[in-house]
């Protein structure tokens, strides 16, 4: 249990960890290339180590040293591992997309929460391509066995990431040509990557198509993760004045930046480039009197990791305020509708959960409580600013679980506010 204390104002500059996506996809696409690469400013929280740790069963070499990651790439993937992927969702779905057209035997496995979330929506896509994945009940453990796969057209009634790059990932290895087309264009850093190392893939609109390639190593300078800076930009937009430096806004993931227009927040963005294929920015956000809004629809997809957040952001927010066509949430590390609707009444707040989203009430101010994370980073990470907004502070049962994309995340918050 950890204490949080309210703050009159926070202010402060802010270089935040690399984002994890990012992170994901150059350690296992850099460990099954021809070559040696380096990640620098890599998230090592502890998704991103699940993933070097089960690439390496499979026989590359990684090593990791603070924020730098070094792999030397095994193209040839060992086989009969018990590949454990812990809590992250990325690492297993992707990992089933790769290891499905490689000729082997794996299982992959990952923790309670891990073992609650639906695989389905990756095993059968893969199982149109011709790979042979069992899951347990629609969920992991799964079982990959050696196939041969053949690309086809699929077309996804989700959005997600996940599921087009597991896709993708088996495309690599199937005959002919794999298309994944999806409703709505969600990130796109497989496909950037992909196309950085060599593969053919060609993008057009929300259309990908791949064929059988071999990958080439490329070293990676991976940004800041957009979805780690919303908790600083946040409390910048609520109590004072926040400097993010470095963080990636490929505009898949700036959905924040929709949210933040609609619900009045005042932010700049500075100092914009692109780098290593992706563009960068300093984000500086200013304290505002917020207003509620109505939000769903496309724009999902690019802030569905934020709509926690988000939604807290309206709970201060004058006025009522509507989120909605994000079923997805229920499918996280925690039931997201559910745990951020009890995180917000927890405060003071006044949240009604819907099917698909949340109905908030704004207040000028919230009390303050305690909020259990129920082991999910994100509902920790929320909690902690929604308590230093709060009037009176209060605890976060189980906050360790930050560490599973922002290790250092309250060491943060106290270097700047010396309160936590
Ligand atoms: C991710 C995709 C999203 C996101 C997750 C990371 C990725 O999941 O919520 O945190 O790296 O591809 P879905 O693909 O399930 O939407």
Request: with cysteine; hydrophobic share 40%.
């Amino acid at each position: 249990m950890l204490e949080i204390k309210p703050r009159e104002y926070f202010e402060g500059e802010f270089s935040l960890p690399g984002d994890k996506s990012i992170t994901h996809r150059a350690v296992m696409l850099n460990a099954c290339a021809d070559g040696e690469s380096t990640i620098t400013n890599a998230l090592t929280g502890e998704d991103c180590l699940s993933t070097a740790a089960c690439m390496r069963a499979l026989g590359a070499e990684i090593k990791v040293d603070g924020t730098t990651i070094f792999v030397k790439g095994s193209p040839d993937f060992k086989s009969g591992q018990r590949l454990n992927c812990g809590n992250s969702g990325t690492t297993i779905r992707l990992l089933t997309g790769l290891v499905a057209g490689k000729g082997i035997q794996a299982e992959l496995y990952g923790d309670d929460s891990l073992s609650k979330r639906p695989m389905g929506r990756v095993s059968e896509p893969l199982a149109l391509l011709g790979a042979k994945v069992q899951t347990t009940d629609g969920t992991a453990p799964l079982v990959v066995s050696p196939a041969t796969l053949c690309g086809q057209e699929i077309t996804l009634k989700i959005a997600s990431a996940q599921v087009k790059s597991a896709i993708l990932l088996a495309g690599l290895n199937a005959e002919g040509v794999t298309r994944v087309v999806e409703p709505v264009k969600s990130r796109d850093h497989t496909e950037r990557m992909l196309q950085a190392m060599g593969a053919e893939i060609r993008v057009d609109g929300n259309t990908v198509e791949i064929k059988k390639s071999k990958l080439k190593a490329i070293d990676v300078s991976v940004p800041s993760d957009i979805s780690s800076a919303a908790y600083f930009m946040a409390l910048g937009a609520l109590k004072g004045k926040t400097l993010c430096k470095n963080v990636g806004v490929n505009p898949t993931r700036t959905g924040i930046l929709v949210a933040f227009d609609k619900l009045g927040v005042k932010y700049t963005l500075l100092n914009r480039r692109v780098s290593g294929g992706e563009e960068i920015a300093d984000i500086l956000v200013e304290k505002s009197p917020l207003k509620a809004i109505e939000l769903g629809g496309e724009v999902i997809p690019a802030l569905i990791d934020e709509l926690p957040l988000i939604a807290l952001m309206c709970a201060f927010a004058e006025g009522e305020s509507r989120i909605f066509g994000a079923k997805e949430l229920r499918v996280k590390e925690s039931d997201r509708i559910k745990t951020t609707a009890e995180l917000i009444n927890a405060l003071g707040g006044d949240c009604l959960e819907t099917q698909d989203g949340f109905i908030i009430r704004g207040k000028a101010s919230l009390r303050g409580g305690k909020v259990n994370s129920y082991l999910d980073h994100r509902i920790a990470m929320t909690a902690a600013v929604g308590l230093i907004a709060s009037k009176e502070g209060g605890e976060i049962v189980n906050p360790e679980c930050c560490a599973i994309s922002f290790p250092d995340f309250f060491e943060k918050l106290g270097v700047c506010a010396g309160q936590v």
